[in-house]
C-alpha cells in the first residue's frame, strides 16, 4: 500500500472527513515519526510495531562491477519490530491460506 491508497481508504471509511484533511492527518503523523527518529527516539505504535534507529559502522566494502575496495561510511539504519498482534494477524492470513486456519479455530 502506498501513501496515497492510504488516505483514499481512511477517507473512504471516515466519509465525515474531507480527503485533504485526511491527507493532513497522514502527513503529520509520518512527519513525526520521521522527526523522532532522526533525534535518535524510539517509535512504538502499539499493537503494530516499533521503529528505532541503529548505527551500521563504517566498513570496506566492494564495487561489484569493478572488484575495488571502496569505503563506506558509518550510517544510521532504521529498523523495525513488529508487534505481537500484527505477527499474529501476519500468520493467521498465512495459516488461512494453507487451510489450517478454519481447524486451529475449531480446534479452540
Given at each position: 500500500m502506498i501513501r496515497s491508497e492510504l488516505v483514499a481508504r481512511i477517507a473512504a471509511q471516515n466519509p465525515h472527513l474531507y480527503a485533504k484533511d485526511v491527507e493532513a492527518v497522514?502527513?503529520?503523523?509520518l512527519d513525526r515519526i520521521t522527526e523522532a527518529l532522526a533525534d535518535g527516539?524510539?517509535?512504538?505504535l502499539?499493537?503494530?510495531g516499533?521503529?528505532?534507529?541503529?548505527?551500521?559502522?563504517?566498513r570496506t566494502g566492494r564495487?561489484?562491477?569493478s572488484g575495488q575496495s571502496v569505503a563506506v561510511a558509518a550510517k544510521q539504519a532504521i529498523q523495525?519490530?513488529?508487534g505481537k498482534t500484527?505477527?499474529?494477524r501476519l500468520n493467521l492470513r498465512l495459516e488461512?491460506?494453507?487451510?489450517?486456519?478454519?481447524?486451529?479455530?475449531?480446534a479452540s
Open positions: 497522514v502527513d503529520a503523523i527516539d524510539r517509535v512504538e502499539r499493537d503494530f516499533t521503529f528505532a534507529t541503529k548505527e551500521r559502522r563504517a564495487n561489484p562491477r523495525f519490530k513488529p500484527l505477527r499474529a488461512d491460506q494453507d487451510g489450517e486456519a478454519g481447524r486451529l479455530l475449531r
